[in-house]
């Protein structure tokens, strides 16, 4: 991190508010609180100097009422206060309040934009505390976020993780005629870049999205001069629907978010919807916007290891102790369970098994597995060492279920009682047992219970829609049009998996799509699995468990020995909003569903379970497997 002796210094003028530590200077409209420029060494801007200052460094939203659309709010304070102002902090607050002249005009919120610098900083802080007051009406929260609109002449190289990253097209490319929008507006064919090296490729910002769990650091970096902006998220307490939420990054643009909450990759369900007369309050953030410089002749590409390095320190150091919101609450406030998490599968061991490796999290109390759509409050996740032991730490006060899910286990976990958080104390949970979906032995499995398609047969992209970092790349499902390639692999019948022979690695299409037609009509599909069962308990009960890591506008039907039963032995119905299959997700939200099979419908010899999704109206619709497992009928004395 560069270094100043200069204390920090607060400029305040008619217009524009400056904050500069010496580093780096920021600069805000005023009352506005939009992020107009970010001076540091020899840029004038990192910012795009191109755009109107509104739209350079801005915190949005998206709501909506029950009966209206969604409208879109790049959110402008209307005034203006110092919070600290000292030489080693200055805190400053852009604010915004509601009544009821507004009621239609905008969101029925008050929200209180923060920006925060320090002595010594290589960048600065940002947080929101939003408020919703028990005599307003109702509204529905579809997205709020933070942007950065970067200089595109100098911002070419982007990196999210340590293998996505890469020299990025321009915003330009993206548009007519060097750009030809493909399936949905986000998907762009690059045919005629200014880059001639990426003539061919697709575009798309989901290609870029990730779970929450691993949204650590992201951002740009300038090749000349060596410089780079980033996003870090010290921890995400504050996002929705936990740590497989997905959510994006950062784009072209040169583009850089920090998603706080979204309904991509969940739909509907996560989208907080409020009453009237419902009290809610909530802090999003902090976030550390980081910039960082190399010396010229140095690799600029080292500028993504020290940002990591900056994402390991800011982690350590939350909660952070300089936000002045009594709203955000420092470590002695908070409070900590521990324990040990164990699993009990007689069919798999006469013995408890350590939880090794499981998430284990606090969530708003709820339903099993209710913390995936939760979107009001806060959560707090950590994983299980090796033995299942876990501690969650820095809790915000409060009513919390523990919840948890195991890898190589279907199911989730909750724990019965409500945990109440209070200061300073740690909550010693001693061994909890989950005891996971489980009837009799296994008689075949397709798959890991880990809710992810991800080790299924994900097909090469189509050589006309290719985006090159994703080539020979372990996330193979984040090319474009995957789904097309399903008809052309089975043109004219289904996938049929026959058990003991097929490999689902190569055998099993990572999603149950529609076909599509030469009419460009598209078909619901049906996938057959054959099997072998020696003995049959004509009176026993089987049970097929169905795991399944996404689902959009869809059906699951299961029919068994019979593919052309009018009525199915279960149906789903219409299940699932969360667009992974064009998003490019691998999977959305966890669904298992439980099917008893009755011994009479099976037979000794072949069998065979057809699966059906029928809903086609759309490409887009279908099914992503997680895990597929058939048991038989309950036994006395399992082998361990």
Aim: proline fraction near 7%.
């Amino acid at each position: 991190m560069a270094m100043s002796p200069q204390g920090v210094q607060l400029h305040v003028e008619d217009h524009h508010v400056m904050i500069d530590n010496g580093i780096l200077q920021v600069t805000l409209s005023n009352p506005d609180g939009i992020v107009t420029g970010i001076r540091y060494n020899d840029i004038d801007n990192l910012l795009e100097v191109l755009n109107d200052e509104s739209n350079r460094g801005y915190w949005d939203l998206v709501w909506s009422t029950p009966s209206s659309s969604g409208k879109f709010d790049v959110i402008n304070g209307t005034s203006f206060r110092v919070i600290v102002e000292n030489e080693e902090q200055v805190e400053v607050s852009f604010t915004r309040t509601w009544d009821p002249s507004l009621e239609g005009k905008f969101v029925p919120l008050n929200i209180d934009k923060r920006f925060i610098m320090l002595r010594g900083s290589s960048g600065f802080y940002s947080y929101a505390i939003y408020e919703h007051l028990k005599e307003w009406p109702g509204f529905n929260l579809g997205e709020t976020r933070i942007a950065f609109k970067l200089r595109k002449d100098k911002f070419h190289y982007m990196a999210v993780e340590d293998n996505r990253q890469r020299y990025m097209p321009l915003p330009d490319d993206r548009l007519p005629p060097r750009g030809q929008p493909l399936a949905y507006p986000e998907a762009v064919l690059l045919v005629n870049p200014v880059e001639p090296d990426l003539k061919g490729e697709v575009d798309d910002k989901y290609q870029y999205s990730c779970n929450n769990k691993d949204i650590g650091v992201h951002g740009w970096i300038s090749m000349d001069p060596p410089v780079g902006l980033w996003h870090i998220t010290p921890s995400y307490e504050f996002r929705s629907g936990g740590p497989l939420k997905q959510n994006l990054t950062s784009h072209v643009g040169p583009t850089t978010l920090t998603v706080f909450l979204s309904a991509h990759y969940a739909g509907e369900d996560l989208v907080p919807k409020f009453g009237g007369g419902e009290e809610w309050k909530k802090v999003f953030g902090p976030v550390f916007i980081y910039v960082n410089s190399a010396f010229l002749g140095d690799d600029p590409l080292q500028l993504w290891a020290d940002a990591k390095l900056q994402m390991t320190i800011e982690a350590q150091s939350w909660p952070y102790t300089f936000p002045a919101s009594e709203d955000f609450p420092k470590s002695d406030n908070r409070g900590s369970v521990s324990g040990r998490l164990l699993v009990q599968d007689r069919y798999v061991s006469n013995t408890y098994i350590s939880a090794d490796g499981a998430y284990v999290g606090l969530a708003a109390p709820g339903e099993v597995g209710s913390w995936q759509i939760e979107c009001k409050g806060y959560q707090f996740w950590s994983r299980a060492d090796e033995n299942g032991y876990f501690s969650i730490n820095d809790i915000r006060i409060g009513d919390y279920n523990l919840y948890a899910w195991v890898p190589g286990f279907i199911g989730d976990y909750r724990h019965d009682s409500i945990l109440t958080i209070i200061p300073g104390h740690d909550i010693d949970m001693g061994e909890i047992v989950y005891e996971p979906p489980r009837d009799g032995p296994t008689l075949w499995e397709i798959g890991i219970p880990d809710r992810s398609a991800a080790e299924f047969f994900v097909p090469d992209p189509n050589p006309k829609f290719v985006n090159r970092l994703y080539l020979n790349h372990p996330d193979r499902f984040r090319q474009y049009g995957l789904w097309e390639r399903y008809a052309e692999l089975y043109p004219e019948k289904d996938l049929v998996y026959t058990v003991g022979v097929s490999d689902y690695a190569k055998d099993w299409f990572f999603a149950q799509v529609t076909r599509k037609k030469e009419d460009n009509t598209y078909q619901g599909t049906t996938w057959e699995i054959n099997f072998k069962l020696n003995n049959v308990d004509k009176k026993g009960t089987y049970c097929l468990r169905l795991a399944l890591a996404s689902a959009t506008f869809s059906e699951l039907q299961v029919r068994v020995n019979d593919p052309k039963a009018n009525r199915p032995l279960f149906s789903s119905g219409l299940i699932g909003k969360d667009n992974s299959i064009a998003r490019h997700g691998i999977h959305g939200l966890y669904w298992l569903y439980n099917v008893n099979v009755s011994g009479a419908r099976l037979v000794e010899g072949d069998n065979a379970i057809f699966l059906t999704q029928p809903r086609c109206t759309s490409p887009f619709q279908g099914i992503m497997y997680d895990y597929i497992r058939f048991e038989g009928p309950p036994t006395p004395s399992p082998t361990s």
